[in-house]
């Protein structure tokens, strides 16, 4: 009888065998939990669907509301984005682009790195993941950089989609600026996108935020929520001019600095700074909140 056909029980090689004598390969940590495998259950995950379908819907809404409005232009106080967003696909673009980057944007780089972490603890799946083993940092440094991904793919889809509605609706035009000065529709392309890559950098601090906040609660929304309400009551305050030069060091002060690539000659001043101060805010909660996750008790 060969030793396929023998009962389990009195093979060679069967399974008390194996527990004494062969044991299972030594785990890799630096394998676990790849890139791929986060990212396809962060895609599967509906509250990143909704996101991106939102995006996307972002700038037909606002063109529907363009259609539904009226023929009123600002001749008598000058014209603003506003009145210049209809004009061609560019001027929609920005129009867009500053109407979504203090709230809507930050909502969703709070969301994809603040309910990144929290949400696994919520589940009670975290300390599972820990176990497998998955290093500590390793798994942050993976649910970091998906959520980074995730986020730069939907700041850089939110311009694509606007200046594809734009042409469409307005034709493919030049870009006017409020103070008059215009841009052909080519340079305008690379001006708004340019402007998009700022406004992600500038959220860096947000997506930093939220991470620590996110590995510091069992509570997604509050992460989200912590981020979120964090720049609003930043960008409250800037608007209190007596504070004069603390308001440079709010981290929203240079939100919409990129307005400078509206002009002929861009003056990159402001947007310097801008970068500069996003860097630092986020370098420090990023710090933060890997010194936070390493040392954490994870009970849950």
């Known amino acids: 009888m060969s030793d396929d056909e023998r009962p389990l029980s009195t093979r060679r090689g069967h399974v008390g065998d194996l527990v004494a004598g062969d044991s299972a390969p030594p785990a890799r940590p630096g394998r676990t939990l790849p890139l791929r495998t986060e990212l396809v259950r962060q895609l599967e995950r509906r509250r990143t669907q909704v ?3 939102l995006v996307v819907a972002m700038p ?3 063109w529907a509301a363009f259609s539904l409005g009226s023929d009123d232009d600002g001749a008598a106080s000058g014209p603003n984005l506003v009145d210049l967003a209809s004009g061609s696909a560019a001027n929609f673009a920005v129009f867009t682009l500053f109407a979504s980057a203090s709230f809507l ?67 493919a035009g030049d870009l006017v600026s409020p103070i008059g000065e215009s841009l052909p529709f080519p340079t305008a392309v690379g001006r708004v996108m340019l402007g998009a890559v700022y406004v992600i950098v500038q959220l860096g601090w947000v997506a930093g935020l939220a991470l620590l906040l996110s590995v510091s609660t069992d509570a997604p929304l509050g992460a989200v929520g912590g981020a979120v309400m964090t720049s609003i009551v930043s960008q409250i305050i800037d ?12 981290p929203t002060h240079y939100g919409d600095a990129w307005s400078a690539l509206l002009a002929r000659d861009v003056d990159w001043t402001d947007m ?21 996750f390493t040392r954490k008790d994870i009970t849950s």
């Open 105 to 171: 944007l930050v909502v969703l780089v709070a969301l994809f790195f603040g309910d990144t972490v929290a949400s696994e603890a919520s589940w009670s799946s975290l300390r599972y993941l820990l176990a497998i083993p998955v290093p500590r940092a390793r798994l942050l440094r993976q649910k970091a950089v998906v959520a980074g991904f995730l986020s730069v793919a939907a700041l850089l889809l939110l311009p694509v989609a606007s200046l594809a509605v734009g042409a469409l609706a307005y034709g």
């Open 239 to 250: 608007q209190i001019e007596d504070l004069g030069v603390i308001r440079n060091f709010l």
């Open 51 to 53: 996101a991106f379908a």
């Open 60 to 62: 037909v809404i606002l």
């Open 272 to 292: 310097t700074y801008g970068v500069f101060s996003a860097v630092c805010y986020a370098a420090a909660f990023l710090g933060l909140a890997a010194w936070r």
